[in-house]
Structure formats: structure tokens, C-alpha cells
């Protein structure tokens, strides 16, 4: 069964930078390979927001709230999609999650625990 592993999170001041990792464990890359995969988030008493994603072919997109801050990028031989997150802000703060997007852009698999983001002065 796929595991999700989300890394990376931590507490952050305005203005500053974390990297996120994903790992898709127990998934052999013949199947980590074709995905879209995203990267999600949950701020507290929120629902879960879709905030970039990335294709086969390295195309992104991304929410409008975390354009030319963030950049999601992927590792198809170490099967990791990693969220590059700079100039965070108090708003960014939330559970962040990745997962693979099926034919109508729904999460596939079962999630992961996330990783927490915090930004605090």
C-alpha cells in the first residue's frame, strides 16, 4: 500500500524559507512516474486547499495566493515531490500534505500525517 511521508515543516519567521519533502514509499517508480502529483494544505478550522501541482512533463500550477513564493518540483528516481516555500507568511501557516491527482484532479491515494508549518514572529 502507497505511504505518503511529508517532511520539512517547522516554525518560521515572516519573510523566511522552508523545503518540503514528499516521499512516496512502497511505490515503485513504473507508477510514481505517470502521476500528477500536488501539494495541499489545511490551515486550522479549514478545509483542504490545493496550492500547487505539478505534471509529467515538469508543467506547474499553482493557487493565487502562493504564486512566485512557492515552487513544487519532483524527483521521478527518488520518487519525492519537494515545495520550495519562500517569503512565508502568517497565512501560510497550516498541515501541509502532497498526494497524486487522478483524471479529475481528485487526491488518489490515502493521505499522510503532513507536516506542520508555522509562521510566527
Known amino acids: 500500500q502507497v505511504q505518503l511521508v511529508e517532511s520539512g515543516g517547522g516554525l518560521v519567521q515572516p519573510g523566511g524559507s522552508l523545503r518540503l519533502s514528499c516521499w512516496a514509499s512502497?511505490?515503485?517508480?513504473?507508477?510514481?512516474?505517470?502521476?500528477?502529483w500536488a501539494w495541499y494544505r489545511q490551515a486550522p478550522g479549514e478545509g483542504r486547499e490545493l496550492v500547487a501541482s505539478?505534471?509529467?512533463?515538469?508543467?506547474?500550477n499553482y493557487a493565487d495566493s502562493v504564486k512566485g513564493r512557492l515552487t513544487i518540483s519532483r524527483d521521478n528516481s527518488r520518487k519525492r515531490v519537494y515545495l520550495q516555500m519562500n517569503n512565508l507568511k502568517p497565512e501560510d501557516t497550516a498541515v501541509y500534505y502532497c498526494?497524486?491527482?487522478?483524471?479529475?484532479?481528485?487526491?488518489?491515494?490515502?493521505w499522510g500525517q503532513g507536516t506542520q508549518v508555522t509562521v510566527s514572529s
Open positions: 498526494n497524486a491527482l487522478n483524471s479529475i484532479n481528485e487526491p488518489k491515494y490515502d
Open positions: 505539478i505534471n509529467t512533463d515538469r508543467t506547474t
Open positions: 512502497r511505490m515503485i517508480t513504473s507508477v510514481f512516474n505517470p502521476n500528477l
